[in-house]
Every structure is written in C-alpha cells, then in structure tokens.
C-alpha cells in the first residue's frame, strides 16, 4: 500500500468525504477532511508532518471540535503504525494535537489536526 | 548502493515501539487488555530494563593460560533490574519505590521500617511494550524490591518525579532460577 492509500484508508475512518489536500473537487459538499503530508527517510533524525484539515459550513463549534478530537482520540497515545510498501508509517500526536484555523468565510469552520510521523521503511 | 549496506526484511516488523508499561500482573500467552488495577504507575522518560552477568576468569591466575579462555569461564550470577521515574504519588508507589515499608490504609501514611520482610518482594513485576508488527515484547522481573530507595524531585510548575530502581532476587527455594525472563511475540495471524 502506499503512503497516500494508507492516509486516505486511515482517514476514511472517520465518516466523511476525504481528499488529499491537493485533489479537492470543485463541487465538494462540507463537511470533508484534506489531507497532506511529507515523505520521510528512516532514521533521518527529524520527524514527518502530516496535516488533516476538517472543513465545516456550520454555525456552531461543536461538530468540527469533536472530529477533531475524534480524530486526536483514534491516534491515541503513543504511536500507531500505518502499513506502507516496505515497511509501516508511524504516526503520533503533533504539537499542537489540533487548533481551529480562522476562515474568511465566517460560515466556514475550519480545523487544522497536527500528526508527527517517521518513515519506517 | 553497495551489495553490504542492506538490512534485514522483517528489520520493520519487529521494532519496538514507545515505552510500554508497568504492571504488576501479565499473561504473555494471551496479552488481552490491561484492567487498570493492574498499572503499577505512570512514568516518564521511559523504562531500563537490564540483566549484566558476572562472570569469573578462572584462568586468571593459571600461569601461561591466555586470557578469556572460554573453558575457564564461569558466569557466576546475573544482575537483573528495572529502573524508571514515576509519576504517581499513590501510596502503594511511594510504598514500591521504599521497599521495606508499611501502609496504614486509612490515613494514607508509608512508613519506612527497619526489617526486610518476605511480603516486601513482589512475585512479578512485569514491563510490557508494543511491536511495530502489533506483537509484544515483555519482561517478567521476578522476587522484585525497589534497591535504589525513595527519592523525588520536584519543579515550579512541573510534576514531581520519583526514581525508582527494582531488582530481582533469586530464590532459596529454586536458585536455578535467573529472576528476569522475556518474552517477544508477534500478533496471532488474522482470520
């Protein structure tokens, strides 16, 4: 599986639509998570970002604040492994586990979670 | 890249992970999930596991024998213990890291005691960690008793932070019997 698959596999775990930051459609419906990250070596000695993005057209902070944590909460402590061609992605909670981004768009709720990763491979 | 920088395939498989944990009870045939009673305590900075023979060069003094000869070696005991730094301030972990103390329950006091009882050793201490393949890696340290002491050490707006050092005791009762034992063990297959 490659990275890309298994961060779209992983993320697809969280019921809505999910794109590469990247690969938006144009007529994408909020809510959706993007997500983009970096391709690391092993053992390079600085760790890999990876960012999911939630997008929410709602008034309210609730929703988008609670997939986030349910997205913090899935990670969990510690390190997960994502199986890739080669070898696993490790991944853990960024610093900060995720902040809400401001939007020009004041309907538009926007989160921002922080995943650090190393390329166990 | 040259024919010798290569590493070995199941390299990724068998990694192991984060600094796994500390419980007083553990069955490595079937690791299910951790009941809470069975945390010793949170920790920091991981844990160091270790288990240093002793060994004697019995041709040490055998005048023209070469030095290390392996059939003059004798390994003359094993040095086995766990060190880490707690985060707990429970009773029962203050109690494990003094070794030979007492808790009267109702008040929350620990009281050092100038005996060494029987019931001070712990049967098991167990430190269990994750594989990146899913599987386990464990170590069972036996006849276990805090050696290193009680000491903590506090910091402005921190958490204070005990250090504990636990060693493992051989038994008269079976003196074979080297008190650490691991375990490494990859997950069932699925289906």
Redesign the interface.
């Known amino acids: 599986m490659t990275i890309g698959e298994a961060l779209f596999q992983f993320f697809s775990g969280f019921d809505i639509p999910v794109y590469h930051r990247d690969s938006v459609p144009m007529d994408a419906d909020c809510p959706y998570l993007t997500f983009a990250y970096d391709v690391g070596n ?1 053992d390079s000695g600085t760790d890999s970002i990876i960012t999911a993005d939630l997008w929410y057209r709602t008034e309210s902070e609730v929703e988008p604040n609670a997939k986030a944590e349910q997205i913090r909460a899935k990670i969990g402590r ?2 997960t ?1 994502l199986k890739i061609d ?3 992605l ?1 991944i853990w909670q960024g610093e900060p586990a995720w902040l809400s981004v401001p939007d020009d768009n004041p309907d538009i709720k926007h989160r921002t979670v922080n995943i650090s990763a190393e390329y ?2 | 890249m040259g024919k010798f920088s290569v590493i070995p395939t199941d390299t990724f498989d068998q990694l192991q992970m984060d600094a796994g944990v500390l419980l007083n009870t553990f069955n490595p045939s079937s690791p299910g999930e951790i009941a809470d009673e069975h945390f010793i305590c949170a920790t920091t900075g991981g844990i160091n596991a270790t288990c240093i023979p002793t060994y004697s060069d019995m041709g040490a003094d055998v005048d023209n024998c070469p030095v290390n000869t392996k059939e003059l070696k004798h390994l003359d005991g094993w040095d086995c213990k766990l060190s880490f730094t707690a985060l707990s301030a429970t009773p029962s972990a203050i109690r494990m890291a003094l070794g030979a103390a007492d808790i009267e329950a109702s008040s929350g006091k620990i009281t050092p005691r100038k005996d060494l009882k029987q019931s001070d050793f712990d049967d098991s201490i167990w430190w269990v960690g994750d594989k990146t393949n899913g599987g386990m890696v464990a170590i069972e340290l036996k006849n276990a008793l805090s050696t290193g002491g009680f000491s903590l050490q506090t910091t402005k707006n921190g958490k204070g932070q005990v250090s504990v050092e636990i060693t493992g005791h051989v038994s008269l009762s079976d003196q074979s019997v080297v008190p650490m034992v691991f375990y490494s063990s990859d997950p069932a297959p699925a289906g």
């Open positions: 092993f510690g390190r492994q080669g070898g696993y490790s166990l491979r």
